[in-house]
């Protein structure tokens, strides 16, 4: 499965076919499995924390590794794993539960229960709820802390007893929950469910930035409102004094730069100028009217 450096100025190191490694090119390389080393297919698809079970005794599949779970989806960490080895796989609008997965009756050592939950997007921020929350009071803890898109990590709130999480909003780039128990026997366990969500300003399953975000650091320039959320269109509605896609444009009739003036006459185009010139609208506008023939005045009220 390879090539040997032989001969007089040969250095007797195999250079190993794709596939291989090893000093003797007998083991398979990293992301290929099997008697054959055959290359493992990709497991992107399947999302955060899955990998290719590799090496000659692998079976290429794709597999949770560091994970509880090594089915369908990779949803719940094992205990006192790393913390950078327990990353939840969470979709932008996906509603997701987690649950401690040992009962808290039946632990026969303090155990720390860690799952993080994390988006390489800036843009997102949390839902955290339980749906049941049976600890023991003053015993056993479930805290939750939020690291922040610069990695600045603070403690969120901490829980204990019959009263869990339920917050409706989290800013933040990860979410980790640490289940902190003794070896008491406590009573129950717990079922939290949590869901990912647009920040506002920001829209659709990837969270794109409404019109207006990036020029003015404002949704619709801050003269309307955006359809945004994850379900939202990312379309604005603008205020009456504006239009345009970004509502960043005088609506018709209104100039100067606010767009707070209306044409001699009236907004309505059939009102402008007494319905005999043109107004010199717009954001760079003066107001002023061009009369039609015959017509005259600020308004163009007057005809000869």
Same mark, same amino acid.
């Given at each position: 499965?390879?090539?040997? $450096?032989?001969?007089?100025?040969? *250095? =007797? @190191? ?6 291989y ?6 083991? #398979?390389?990293?992301?290929?499995? &099997?008697?054959?080393?055959?290359? %493992?297919?990709? %497991?992107?698809e ?10 000659k005794?692998?079976?290429?599949? #794709? ?13 719940? #960490? ?7 080895? /327990? ?23 303090n155990?720390?229960? *860690? ?19 049976? *600890? ?15 990695g ?9 007893? *019959? ?7 989290i ?14 026997? $406590?009573? =129950? ?9 647009c ?6 399953s990837?969270? @794109?930035p409404?019109?207006?975000?990036l020029?003015?650091?404002?949704a /619709? $320039? &801050?003269?309307g409102? /955006?359809?945004?959320?994850?379900? &939202?269109?990312?379309?604005?509605? %603008?205020?009456a ?21 209306? /044409?001699?006459?009236? @907004? ?8 005999? =010139?043109? %107004?010199?609208?717009?954001? @760079? ?20």
């Amino acid at each position: 499965h390879g090539v040997c $450096s032989d001969g007089k100025a040969g *250095t =007797g @190191q195999c250079e190993c076919d794709e596939g291989y490694t090893g000093a003797l090119c007998s083991e #398979c390389g990293a992301g290929f499995f &099997g008697s054959n080393c055959t290359a %493992c297919p990709s %497991c992107d698809e399947y999302g955060e924390g899955w990998a290719c079970d590799d090496g000659k005794s692998g079976t290429g599949q #794709c597999r949770c590794a560091g994970w509880l779970s090594e089915a369908s989806s990779c949803n719940a #960490c094992a205990y006192k794993l790393e913390v950078e080895r /327990c990353k939840h796989p969470a979709g932008i609008g996906q509603s997701l539960t987690l649950t401690g997965s040992v009962s808290l009756s039946s632990y026969s050592d303090n155990m720390v229960w *860690t799952h993080v939950i994390g988006l390489p997007h800036p843009h997102v921020y949390y839902t955290l709820t339980s749906t049941s929350f049976e *600890t023991e009071s003053d015993y056993d803890f479930l805290y939750v802390y939020k690291t922040t898109i610069d990695g600045t990590s603070s403690l969120v709130q901490r829980y204990s007893g *019959t009263a869990g999480p339920s917050l409706s909003r989290i800013d933040a780039a990860t979410v980790t929950i640490v289940m902190e128990t003794d070896y008491s026997l $406590s009573p =129950g366990s717990f079922t939290l469910a949590y869901t990912t969500q647009c920040a506002e300003g920001y829209f659709g399953s990837a969270c @794109q930035p409404c019109p207006g975000v990036l020029d003015t650091g404002y949704a /619709c $320039s &801050g003269y309307g409102v /955006c359809s945004d959320g994850v379900t &939202g269109t990312g379309v604005c509605s %603008c205020d009456a004094s504006w239009r345009g896609l970004s509502c960043d444009e005088c609506a018709e009739g209104r100039f100067g730069a606010s767009c707070a003036s209306v /044409c001699p006459g009236g @907004q309505d185009i059939a009102r402008q100028c007494s319905g005999h =010139g043109n %107004c010199n609208d717009g954001r @760079q506008g003066d107001g002023r009217c061009s009369c039609n023939a015959d017509y005259f005045g600020r308004a163009c009220a007057g005809s000869c």
